[in-house]
Nanobody, 124 residues
Framework: QVQLVESGGGLVQAGDSLRLSCAAS????????MGWFRQAPGEEREFVAA????????FYSDSVEGRFTISRDNAKSALYLQMNGLKPDDTAVYYC?????????????????WGQGTQVTVSS
């Protein structure tokens, strides 16, 4: 098992940057494929980015490609999401998620472990 705690959210203006962190405890982070998802009020949870066990493979949703960067530091048991060029449409609660081997890393249902989320609000 792994416990996940997100941090770094806040209220920013359009065009600003934020860096989200996800601290993991329990089993070694290197055992898990990791993802970031987000959920806006009244919307379904949406895939944002994912990263492979060692960090060599990353991919993103079309809506954040080129603006967001996912990374991990297994030695520090940490996952990150660097968000640049934020837009009001990025406003949501952001969640980190972990799974040993998701069949489809873009699907929230494939992840067994979730953090509690951190709110990101982008004003225009």
């Amino acid at each position: 098992q792994v416990q996940l705690v997100e941090s770094g959210g806040g209220l920013v203006q359009a065009g600003d940057s934020l860096r989200l962190s996800c601290a993991a405890s329990g089993r070694a982070l290197s055992s898990f494929y990791m993802g970031w998802f987000r959920q806006a009020p009244g919307e379904e949870r949406e895939f944002v980015a994912a990263i492979s066990w060692g960090g060599g493979g990353t991919f993103y949703s079309d809506s954040v490609e080129g603006r967001f960067t996912i990374s991990r530091d297994n030695a520090k048991s940490a996952l990150y999401l660097q968000m640049n060029g934020l837009k009001p449409d990025d406003t949501a609660v952001y969640y980190c998620a972990a799974d040993f081997s998701p069949r489809n890393a873009r699907r929230a249902s494939e992840y067994d472990y979730w953090g509690q989320g951190t709110q990101v609000t982008v004003s225009s």
